[in-house]
């Protein structure tokens, strides 16, 4: 790839929280910036799970990335990146290389399966649309399965959903299915009651959002709960297959399993040859320099960075003001000026339980809970996301749903009608198995 010699070339990999605001950073820079990710959009990944739950569509929290990077010195390609040859500076993708004077990466994550990914097959996890697709498609099609099942037992199998790992992923997943199946879907259905589906949370951990304080914690379960969300924690998963679960010796017998328990980074970080955490993260110096390299940044997820004693969390956020203090690092190196360390400033963060619940931290200091949390919840999201097309039409999605319950986006795109049980024609003319049947009139 051949760029303006005589400009600083600023490679940005991945179009993020961090990349993005790393290039907007730049966008008046006496630099060449060129951003490459392996999709031509940049996704609001905290409302993935509603996208896997019929509440948003996928347009409702993307954005076209060449559409938000708009400025005269900025490319942007569609590439995977593969590794980094620090000793040659060049990034290394599917299309070829891309040298560079200065690397900003900030891919991100990946889901973890704790040393199983044969698990991965069985039980998809949620970090982009093709991942919120796939789960919202196995969800509607395990309740079509179960209108079609006349087997009591394999029916329980269809309307029991698992979700392995109690994070913010976790919950927001087992809250939005919860209320999904008991008040969204039951006047859809004739032949079952999805108000019977069971939904079951397992955590390893002692409590759920084990990152919040105790008493947050046992909030956000007790709202779980109410919703009708069983959880367990303490609660090892051992075995995971295309049925259920194993935990210990214990199976549940489940036809639709999600992942929301582990991340790890991107194995771009691996061709690095630099000191990584257990997660797979550059450790990186209080800059967000790679140790020995002031020429290569890393940001956001893929970043292993402690301030306080306490690690810089995964958080979009944080992100940001990465994203952000290395486009200042980036102009002061260019004027010959000392990098500065970073220094992230938490101003809160939040995880919704379901409809009109939802906990908080702000500034580290003040805990909030219930309708107040989730206000300030749907606020914070709807001011982060980007593009006035995409606030405006989530907050009509969002007050469509809060005054009528109803999850419209139910979409099941591929034909999958040959894997669903036999229709036996005699098992469902009837009412429906939830409501009485009219009074006779004499």
């Given at each position: 790839m051949e760029h303006n010699p005589g400009r600083h070339h600023v490679v940005i990999v991945g179009g993020g929280f961090g990349g993005l605001q790393a290039a907007l950073g730049l966008g008046r820079a006496p630099v060449e910036v060129t951003v490459l990710d392996r999709y031509n959009h940049h996704l609001?990944?905290?409302?993935?799970?509603?996208?896997?739950?019929?509440?948003?569509?996928?347009?409702?929290?993307?954005?076209?990335?060449?559409?938000?990077?708009?400025?005269?010195?900025?490319?942007?390609?569609?590439?995977?990146?593969?590794?980094v040859d620090l000793a040659r500076k060049v990034v290394v993708s599917d299309g070829g290389e891309i040298p560079y004077d200065t690397l900003v990466l900030a891919m991100g994550a990946t889901h973890s399966y704790f040393g199983h990914p044969e698990w991965a097959e069985f039980a998809p996890g949620l970090k982009t649309i093709d991942d919120a697709r796939e789960i919202r498609e196995r969800v509607l099609l395990a309740l079509e399965a179960a209108e079609r099942e006349t087997d009591p037992e394999r029916q329980r199998e269809w309307l029991t959903f698992?979700?392995?790992?109690?994070?913010?992923?976790?919950?927001?997943?087992a809250g939005a299915l919860a209320y999904m199946t008991r008040h969204s879907l039951p006047r859809d259905y004739r032949r079952v009651d999805t108000s019977q589906a069971r939904v079951l949370l397992l955590e390893g951990l002692p409590r759920v959002l084990n990152t919040y304080p105790e008493?947050?914690?046992?909030?956000?379960?007790?709202?779980?709960?109410?919703?009708?969300?069983?959880?367990?924690?303490?609660?090892?998963?051992?075995?995971?297959?295309?049925?259920?679960?194993?935990?210990?010796?214990?199976?549940?017998?489940?036809?639709?399993?999600?992942?929301?328990?582990?991340?790890?980074?991107?194995?771009?970080?691996?061709?690095?040859?630099?000191?990584?955490?257990?997660?797979?993260?550059?450790?990186?110096?209080?800059?967000?320099?790679?140790?020995?390299?002031?020429?290569?940044?890393?940001?956001?997820?893929?970043?292993?960075?402690v301030q306080d004693?306490?690690?810089?969390?995964?958080?979009?956020?944080?992100?940001?003001?990465?994203?952000?203090?290395?486009?200042?690092?980036?102009?002061?190196?260019?004027?010959?000026?000392?990098?500065?360390?970073?220094?992230?400033?938490?101003?809160?963060?939040?995880?919704?339980?379901?409809?009109?619940?939802?906990?908080?931290?702000?500034?580290?200091?003040?805990?909030?809970?219930?309708?107040?949390?989730?206000?300030?919840?749907?606020g914070i999201h709807i001011t982060f996301l980007v593009g006035f097309r995409n606030k405006l039409a989530v907050m009509v999605d969002w007050a469509y749903t809060y005054l009528t319950k109803r999850r419209d986006v139910r979409l099941i795109t591929g034909l999958h009608a040959n894997k669903l049980p036999p229709i036996h024609s005699e098992s469902g003319t009837g009412p429906r198995r939830h409501e009485p049947e009219p009074a006779h009139v004499h």
């Open positions: 609001f990944q905290p409302l993935l799970y509603q996208v896997a739950t019929a509440v948003l569509s996928p347009g409702d929290i993307s954005a076209p990335i060449r559409q938000v990077l708009r400025g005269r010195n900025t490319t942007v390609l569609l590439a995977d990146v593969q590794s698992v979700i392995i790992g109690a994070g913010p992923t976790g919950v927001e997943l008493e947050l914690s046992a909030k956000a379960r007790g709202d779980l709960e109410k919703l009708g969300v069983e959880v367990r924690t303490g609660t090892l998963v051992t075995g995971v297959d295309d049925e259920g679960v194993m935990v210990g010796d214990t199976r549940i017998q489940s036809r639709t399993v999600l992942w929301g328990a582990g991340v790890a980074a991107s194995p771009v970080a691996r061709t690095l040859g630099v000191p990584l955490d257990r997660a797979g993260r550059v450790k990186v110096e209080p800059t967000l320099n790679v140790p020995g390299h002031e020429d290569v940044f890393v940001i956001g997820d893929l970043a292993s960075l004693g306490k690690p810089v969390p995964g958080i979009a956020p944080a992100a940001m003001q990465m994203g952000r203090h290395v486009a200042k690092n980036i102009r002061h190196r260019l004027m010959g000026r000392p990098l500065e360390p970073f220094r992230y400033r938490d101003k809160g963060s939040f995880a919704v339980i379901g409809r009109g619940s939802a906990i908080g931290v702000l500034y580290d200091k003040v805990r909030v809970s219930g309708r107040i949390a989730w206000m300030m919840w749907l």
